[in-house]
């Protein structure tokens, strides 16, 4: 049982340069989240779905952009990266309830030069 | 400010003893999380409570809803239990089972 996994766990980019980051999950969740940690702050969310076809937007979703054409995966989009969005980002799914525990996967790391 | 905040940032202990990080909130929520993440990255939740308080091993995990405080205590502490502990809120006005986190705190424990 794979869980949520992210891919890939490191990248390196140019400032300008396009990216995606992939998030598969096999538990059959509803929700799907992508955040952002960077040093001193904690999580921030970035976008979320609520159901395949549906996206929303979180705390910082400026810079970035999301699919859901499938309900195992949710794909984050860096259309022109910026040494700002230099972090770590995780994926993280949970069901359809009020609260309900989010299962994170492994991390992205990403550094944009 | 934010509206779930933890306390202490940092904390270091000798093996064997007893710790406690607190979470405290602003607003109504649904829900209250603790999480850990490991040296490693990988984050894991420990905890989701509502009320009362919940016990798993060495962890307790303990929520006033009137005093809007919550409480991660670990008993017998061990090295292994090097990590950061994140406090984060269901907060009643999102919907989404969206999580508002706080900062985190650095625990360190040492044989």
């Known amino acids: 049982n794979a869980g949520v996994t992210q891919t890939p766990k490191f990248r390196v980019l140019k400032t300008g340069q396009s990216m995606t980051l992939l998030c598969a999950q096999d538990?059959?969740?509803?929700?799907m989240y992508w955040y952002r940690q960077d040093p001193g702050m904690g999580l921030r969310l970035i976008h979320y779905s609520v159901g395949e076809g549906t996206t929303a937007k979180g705390e910082v979703p400026d810079g970035y952009n999301v699919s859901r054409l499938k309900k195992q995966n949710f794909l984050l989009g860096l259309e022109s990266a910026a040494p700002s969005q230099t972090s770590v980002y995780f994926c993280?799914?949970?069901?359809?309830?009020?609260?309900?525990?989010?299962?994170f996967g492994a991390g992205t790391r990403l550094s944009v030069l | 400010k934010n509206e779930v905040e933890q306390s202490p940032q940092n904390l270091t202990a000798q093996e064997g003893e007893f710790i406690t990080i607190n979470c405290s909130y602003s607003v109504g929520i649904s829900a209250l999380h603790w999480l850990q993440q490991h040296p490693g990255g990988g984050i894991v939740s420990l905890f989701m409570l509502s009320s009362g308080k919940k016990k798993h091993g060495r962890l307790i995990a303990t929520i006033n809803i009137q005093e809007k405080h919550s409480s991660l205590h670990i008993t017998a502490s061990h090295p292994r239990d090097s990590a950061v502990y994140i406090c984060?809120?269901?907060?009643?006005?999102?919907?989404?089972?969206?999580?508002?986190f706080g900062e985190g705190t650095q625990l360190t424990v040492n044989p």
């Open positions: 993280a799914s949970s069901f359809t309830q009020p609260g309900g525990i989010q299962y």
């Open positions: 538990m059959n969740h509803e929700y």
């Open positions: 984060a809120a269901t907060l009643k006005e999102t919907s989404g089972s969206r999580l508002t």
